[in-house]
């Protein structure tokens, strides 16, 4: 396993805080129920009640919402540093589904593991604080993409919001990322169809933007895609850190 | 000045953590600089960096990104007992802008204001991190609405969630409450035209639903609206307190 000092967690609180020796600490102690999960096997059923999170230290994992009609609307995808229902564990009743996505690695955290840690390492709270703003931030862009942007430039911001994540946890560049989804997923997660997923891939390929193929997201031209997707990544906050 | 025991904000937490003497005296303390701002006035430009954030008391905000093309798209609409800018006080950059559509009172909170809060009532600091979780949760369902449901269900489903948001905190029931939204704002929060949302309001009434009408929504058929807009208030998580 991952010493937890290089593990994608403290990475990525590192663009929040410089982390002390004690904090470190409190995060191995998080880290100390880590287990392997399945993919295809939801961890968090939508409607559960009394809940852990977990932090994902290895693989992918999708949350997403089942509407009564049946139809899925994917919500955002995880990447190892990431917390899995963190609102689980404080509100009630888990009101999405997690699904790996590919074979995972997770350390389970209950309420009072999160109560004892806020307890000895208030500013690790404040880091954790950062981390849910910083997801409430990413769906709000996923919001405004779904109710103002247009098919392509909502395809592009997401590309290059999974490629800095991506980054800051050491798994990927500007240049481009491996990355599991399918073109199902992307149509879950973008409001489309898989076969305007496909006829929008299919431009942004023949533009010489980015070539999405066999697993690979290779990035042609960032600029490019920047501008039509209109992205500005102030929204992820992650040059810090910013309280030291 | 309403006093503190009273406020929003200690209705609101009180749904997740029975609070203490101690924690009471410090939301007290961070509610020590209390402001005035006018109606139409920007509290926190997006794009604005090193923001502080607000506890709202008394009035209504509304929170928008707008895009590059001069479209707005309506985030949220913050009550009192709503932080305002929590997610600006910790990423760098405000991600959206707070416009407020009443005269409203609301106290400054800054950065270290939190992290003292936090280093001495850890359970206040989970108690943010719930209200935090739960504004997350409410722009999730959002998410789902413009991606996944027709413009009465969502219109539907957003009146619930305000009455009982407002209920929460002792501004409204089930049969109805004040309400300072125009159609405009509606249509900004929904993704539809002005024109759409006047139709299907008039819809709605004249099915014996709901009728919002003169600064106020009056609920005739609960259960009939919770059905349209397949509404279950579990996200909310207001039935507390959980901690005890």
Known sequence: ?????????????????????????????????????????????QGQSEQAAYILSAGWVCSYKLQPDGTRQIVDFQIPGDFLGLRSVLLRTSDHSFEPLTDIQAAEVLKGDLLDAFTHTPRLAMAVLWAASRDEAMVVEHLVGIGRRNAEARMAHFLLELASRLALVGMGSREGYDCPLTQYHLADALGLSAVHVNRVLRQLRENGLVTFRDGHVSIHDHEGLIKLGEFDPAYLDQDGPLVR
């Open 1 to 45: 396993m991952t010493p937890v000092k290089n593990s994608p967690l403290v990475r990525k609180l590192s663009a929040f805080v410089a982390l002390s020796e004690a904090e470190l600490a409190v995060l191995d102690h998080l880290h100390q129920r880590r287990r392997t999960f399945l993919a295809g096997r939801d961890l968090v059923h």
